[in-house]
């Protein structure tokens, strides 16, 4: 079973900078390093948006709205995905979610709040 525990939201204004961790428990070192990781993003009254993914290859993509300003990463012997977030702005408020894939496995984490406002 894949448990996911995101932290690191918060509250900061315009300009600032945020980096969040996603703490995977449950798969081996193995699992996390084939897995494709990813963050998402949900504001109120919007839908889910993809916000950056990590592929088993290192490989990564991001949202538009975020290309240039966010770097996704993974700590495979931590095993905990990270999002740096620099630049913030207030449409990137919302709640972040982490995600992890594998075969039929796909888990969610519950999600940490971030906020930017002056």
């Known amino acids: 079973q894949v448990q996911l525990v995101e932290s690191g939201g918060d509250l900061v204004q315009p300009g600032g900078s945020l980096r969040l961790s996603c703490a995977v428990s449950g798969p081996t070192v193995t699992g996390v390093s084939i897995a494709t990781m990813a963050w998402y993003r949900q504001a109120p009254g919007k839908q889910r948006e993809l916000v950056a993914r990590i592929s088993r290859a290192l490989k990564t993509d991001y949202g538009d709205p975020v290309k240039g300003r966010f770097a996704i990463s993974k700590d495979v012997r931590k095993k905990t995905l990270y999002l740096q977030m620099n630049n913030l702005k207030p449409e990137d408020t919302a709640v972040y979610y982490c995600?992890?894939?594998?075969?039929?496995?796909?888990?969610w984490g519950p999600g940490t709040q971030v906020t930017v406002s002056s």
């Open positions: 995600n992890f894939r594998i075969e039929e496995v796909d888990a």
